[in-house]
């Protein structure tokens, strides 16, 4: 064997090498980044002082519960649920993603100064 043909086996190596780095490198591209969660609708902020509606909660399985809006705030509205039973500060946006409106009973009249 002469020196070339050793540097010629070298050079080979060094290619296969090289082919098998190649084949190793990461793939860029595919499916790409998830989808970001579901923008909750905000349908509670809107509604005027005293509006009474029902809602229910798939998560806890209950039946329709009566809320009404006793007041509102920057950040949160203080309900009363069931007739004023149970009175509890929320945030819309929380209880948005956590509650399904399912009707508005009673949207309250707005008084005109005379």
């Keep these: 064997m002469s020196i070339t043909d050793t540097e010629?086996?070298?050079m080979d190596?060094?290619?296969e090498v090289r082919k098998k780095r190649k084949a190793l490198r990461v793939v860029t591209g595919g499916k790409g980044p998830p989808?970001?969660?579901?923008?909750?609708?905000d349908w509670l902020t809107p509604m005027k002082r005293f509006t009474?509606?029902?809602?229910?909660?798939?998560?806890l399985g209950l039946d329709?519960?009566?809320?009404?809006?006793?007041?509102?705030w920057k950040k949160s509205i203080k309900l009363a649920v069931n007739e004023g039973q149970i009175i509890r500060w929320v945030d819309p946006k929380k209880f948005c993603k956590d509650w399904i409106l399912h009707e508005i009973i009673q949207i309250p009249v707005e008084e005109k100064d005379e």
């Design 8 to 10: 010629d086996e070298r």
């Design 13 to 15: 190596k060094e290619e």
């Design 35 to 41: 989808d970001p969660p579901d923008e909750v609708i």
């Design 52 to 59: 009474v509606f029902l809602a229910y909660s798939p998560k």
């Design 64 to 72: 329709l519960l009566e809320y009404h809006v006793i007041l509102r």
